[in-house]
Structure formats: C-alpha cells, structure tokens
C-alpha cells in the first residue's frame, strides 16, 4: 500500500550545471580578465607618456 503524501506536489526536476551554463560563466570571466588587463595596459602606456 501506498503512502500518501499531504500538500500539492508538483513535478520538480533536479537542477544542475549543464557544461552550457559553465562554459558561459568561465567565458564571461575570461572576457571580463582581458578586459580589465587590456584598459590597465591602455592607462599604462598613457601614463608612461605624460610623464
């Protein structure tokens, strides 16, 4: 015999880290690292020049 469960119960699927999802978050961090590392090198040789 089955036991009952009280309450709603809704299909609820487990969630968890496609490779999609990972490759686009490690693909943000590289973007955002280069991004950061090329407006260093920008102010760096403007800097180098005024002084």
Known sequence: M????R????YRK???LSM???KEVFSWIVLSVLA???AFMVIWAV?????
């Not at 089955?2 to 469960?5: E, G, I, L, P």
């Open 20 to 22: 999609q999802a990972v």
């Open 36 to 38: 950061v590392f090329l």
């Open 7 to 10: 309450g709603l119960q809704f």
């Open 14 to 16: 487990k969630k968890g």
């Open 47 to 51: 800097g180098l020049r005024r002084t």
């Open 2 to 5: 089955r036991r009952r469960q």
